[in-house]
Structure formats: C-alpha cells, structure tokens
C-alpha cells in the first residue's frame, strides 16, 4: 500500500484506505473499474469524497470478558465522507455515532 495523500493509502487494486478514528482501524473502499461494489471519489487525495455512503461491519467477540462486554455484540461503521470529513451515522455502534471529524492524518 502507498501513501497518497496524509489522509489516504491507495492500493494496486484502484483500493483507497484511510484511517476511522471511531474504530481506530483502517477502512477501505474500491473505485474504477473492476468486479465488486465500487464508490465514486472526487480524485482529491487531501480532501477526498466517497459515494454512496460506507458501511462496514465486523463481528462481535462472544467471548469478551463482562469488562468488554459492548464487542459481544456486531460492530457497525456507517458513514459519509464528504471534502476531507467523515460524517459518522447514528447506526454506528462506536463512540463517534452521530458526530462529523475532520479525516485524521494516518501516522507513517
């Protein structure tokens, strides 16, 4: 994966990441041409739009001890990322569900 911009890794596969500072893990799409879902981007690498919205989700851990006992449920991401900001949806099961951030910068 190389950087593309403070705020974006682009892969071989016309794949775009960037980091989701309410899962604290990166997330990414698909553009272009090619099989599977693929998102529209603005071609800014420092201000990037995608559309339609992202939706990731990740399995809970049944397993986690009554301390963590929030990730025995689904994880959900839902979002909008518009001019460089991520718009956090109110389905998202992380601390960040309604609120909008600036992209962070992904830490080389």
């Known amino acids: 994966m190389s950087r593309q911009s403070k705020v974006l890794r682009h892969s071989n596969d016309n794949g775009l990441t960037f980091w ?24 800014s690498a420092e201000g990037p739009t995608f559309s339609p919205s992202i939706l990731v989700r990740y399995p809970a851990n049944p397993d986690a001890i009554e301390e ?26 992380h601390a960040l569900a309604g ?8 830490e080389d």
Do not use: M, Y
Not at 25 to 34: E, L, M, R, S, V
Not at 71 to 76: D, M
């Open 20 to 43: 989701c500072p309410g899962c604290d893990g990166a997330h990414a799409i698909q553009h272009g041409t090619g099989a599977g879902p693929r998102w529209g981007w603005n071609g």
């Open 68 to 93: 963590f006992k929030e990730w025995r449920t689904e994880r959900v991401c839902h979002s909008f990322v518009t001019d460089g900001r991520i718009q956090f949806l109110d389905d998202c099961t």
């Open 99 to 106: 609120q909008t951030v600036v992209l962070p910068d992904w």
